[in-house]
């Protein structure tokens, strides 16, 4: 549809081109010079502001694919520490110690290496949580422009119809996902309340006991 309007921005362009040249190279005697450039000036006019209007809709498309390629990559990041989650099923039996849910990231967070290559040497069920997790925190940073990562229990995800950071700590497991991105006036556009740093959450996915996704939720 877009790129259906831009056609039509460009087809009226064209016309208001051949129009102009027309005008101006005619070589009819111009009595009423004062309408002739008054139409030029009026062709002038509405063949910028189709012009502006082509643009627009053009920025608005970039930014759209640009936002609908982040949803997909939050979304893989999501199922990813989820299979994470349910193959370290020890620490998910911790409660309240299990390391996962003490994951809250942000891009600004020094990351360092685990301690234990997993890849390459045995490791227990704690070392291996310790390894998914810093591993998935690089690809949330490499992934999502100032991303933030959230894994808590939560029963209330919304506030308001939108969803929120904050975690209820009761319910179900829930991985929040977040960034930073632009409206389409091309200003950031930060979590409700915050003017510097962060985006607001735009997937949560709810997990069963087992780990086992049971919902997905994403917001634009």
């Not at 070589?27 to 004062?34: E, H, L």
Request: with cysteine.
């Amino acid at each position: 549809m877009l790129g259906g309007r831009t056609d039509s921005m460009k087809k009226i362009g064209s016309v208001f081109f051949v129009f102009l040249v027309i005008k101006l190279t005619s070589k009819k005697p111009f009595r009423a010079t004062g309408y002739a450039l008054l139409e030029v000036l009026v062709a002038i006019l509405i063949l910028v502001f189709g012009v502006i209007g082509g643009a627009g809709l053009q920025l608005g498309a970039i930014l759209t694919v640009k936002q609908s390629s982040l949803h997909g990559a939050a979304t893989a990041l999501a199922a990813e520490i989820a299979d994470s989650m349910r193959a370290n099923t020890k620490r998910m039996a911790a409660g309240a110690n299990d390391p996962f849910l003490q994951i809250d990231y942000k891009s600004s967070d020094t990351l360092s290496a685990p301690t234990v290559n997993c890849l390459t040497a045995s490791c227990n069920p704690d070392q291996l949580a310790a390894s998914d997790i810093v591993n998935w925190e690089y690809r949330v940073q490499k992934d999502l422009p100032e991303g933030r990562a959230l894994i808590c229990r939560d029963s209330t995800p919304y506030s308001s119809g939108a969803l929120v950071w904050s975690c209820s700590r009761t319910g179900p497991v829930v991985i929040k996902l977040g960034w930073l991105g632009k409206t389409t006036a091309g200003t950031l556009e930060h979590d409700a309340g915050k003017t510097t740093g962060i985006g607001p959450p735009r997937v949560v996915l709810l997990l069963g006991q087992s780990a086992q996704p049971l919902e997905q939720v994403t917001q634009p």
